[in-house]
């Protein structure tokens, strides 16, 4: 039974060395820049934790990070009077410390281990949780009408590429990908 993200985490204890390095990623968030750089930042400073924030106007319907000279220090789940316009998108980076904290911490109201507990307990204990603020959109498509707008999106950016064979009475409109093996009859 899920019981929350942390929950999560703690599902996968046994599949991580103390040293182990991990990356948990909601599968309904679309990053048009990738993550890569913020898997580089993360091996490079090697922060306890680094969280991947975006600048939204409808704070309230997000976990919001707060912070001060540059830190993380603290995380509100979806909170009535947001301290930013900073939400959390669904990505996390973590090093093993991320399983003392989801034993640490006690259910939400909703009866689950929720990740920004967790996190909290992290900066409340002293470890290092490093904020990477997103310049590209981001989209959490928990909703239809989300879902379908960041289609339309990464379709308006789709670049057409022809690889494989189009017949020659056949008429490419648009932007359109025909990959290698595929032929246009």
Same mark, same amino acid.
């Given at each position: 039974?899920?019981?929350?993200?942390? %929950?999560?985490?703690? #599902? +996968?204890?046994?599949?991580? *060395?103390?040293?182990?390095?991990?990356?948990?990623?909601?599968? !309904?968030? @679309?990053?048009?820049e990738?993550?890569?750089?913020?898997?580089?930042?993360?091996?490079?400073?090697?922060?306890?934790a680094q969280?991947?924030?975006?600048?939204?106007?409808?704070?309230?319907?997000?976990?919001?990070?707060?912070?001060?000279?540059?830190?993380?220090?603290?995380?509100?789940?979806?909170?009535?009077v947001?301290?930013?316009?900073?939400?959390?998108?669904?990505?996390?980076?973590?090093? %093993?410390?991320?399983? #003392? +904290?989801?034993?640490?911490? *006690?259910?939400?109201?909703?009866?689950?281990?929720?990740?920004? !507990?967790? @996190?909290?307990?992290?900066?409340?204990?002293?470890?290092?949780?490093?904020?990477?603020?997103?310049?590209?959109?981001?989209?959490?498509?928990?909703?239809?009408?989300?879902?379908?707008?960041?289609?339309?999106?990464?379709?308006?950016?789709?670049?057409?590429?022809?690889?494989?064979?189009?017949?020659?009475?056949?008429?490419?409109?648009?932007?359109?990908?025909?990959e290698?093996?595929?032929?246009v009859?």
């Amino acid at each position: 039974e899920p019981l929350g993200l942390a %929950h999560a985490v703690l #599902t +996968a204890e046994d599949y991580l *060395k103390d040293d182990d390095l991990f990356v948990m990623y909601l599968g !309904d968030n @679309i990053i048009k820049e990738g993550f890569k750089s913020l898997v580089d930042e993360f091996l490079q400073n090697r922060p306890n934790a680094q969280i991947l924030l975006a600048h939204v106007h409808d704070p309230e319907r997000f976990g919001v990070a707060e912070l001060s000279n540059g830190r993380v220090v603290r995380l509100i789940e979806k909170p009535q009077v947001p301290p930013s316009g900073l939400a959390l998108v669904g990505l996390y980076m973590f090093d %093993h410390s991320i399983i #003392t +904290a989801a034993k640490s911490i *006690k259910p939400s109201a909703r009866g689950e281990l929720e990740i920004t !507990d967790a @996190i909290q307990f992290l900066i409340d204990e002293g470890y290092v949780v490093d904020p990477h603020v997103i310049n590209g959109w981001w989209k959490d498509t928990g909703k239809l009408e989300d879902l379908l707008e960041a289609n339309r999106i990464l379709l308006d950016d789709l670049e057409t590429r022809i690889d494989g064979s189009v017949d020659e009475r056949s008429r490419i409109i648009g932007k359109v990908i025909v990959e290698k093996e595929a032929t246009v009859v």
